[in-house]
Nanobody, 118 residues
Framework: QVQLVESGGGLVQPGGSLRLSCVVS????????VGWYRQAPGKERELVAD???????NYADSVKGRFTISRVGSQNTVYLQMNSLKPEDTAVYYCNGVSYGVTDRHVWGQGTQVTVSS
């Protein structure tokens, strides 16, 4: 059973930066797409950014130009570099991997809290 383990969350002031890490227990390339989602209190979970096997990236409009997703295949790790953080970025951030098939298979990490506050 492949597992995803996130780390790197915390409390940061507005305008600050954080880097989240997601380590995949197996091969990162076992997934077609790996990405980051977030869920703020009272809101639905939303996609933040993802990267597919080919290295193509996709970002939510709200984070474009501020967040960068990257991966290191040899380390089976996906990173989310978050700069110019805003209070509205406060949420639990989840790593997700999806394998396409007759039925798509999603694997989720346990989540890491990011709080942006002065």
């Amino acid at each position: 059973q492949v597992q995803l383990v996130e780390s790197g969350g915390g409390l940061v002031q507005p305008g600050g930066s954080l880097r989240l890490s997601c380590v995949v227990s197996g091969s990162i390339f076992s997934f077609n797409v790996v990405g980051w989602y977030r869920q703020a209190p009272g809101k639905e979970r939303e996609l933040v950014a993802d990267v597919n096997r080919g290295g193509n990236t996709n970002y939510a409009d709200s984070v474009k130009g501020r967040f960068t997703i990257s991966r290191v295949g040899s380390q089976n790790t996906v990173y989310l570099q978050m700069n110019s953080l805003k209070p509205e970025d406060t949420a639990v951030y989840y790593c997700n991997g999806v394998s396409y098939g007759v039925t798509d298979r999603h694997v989720w990490g346990q989540g890491t809290q990011v709080t942006v506050s002065s």
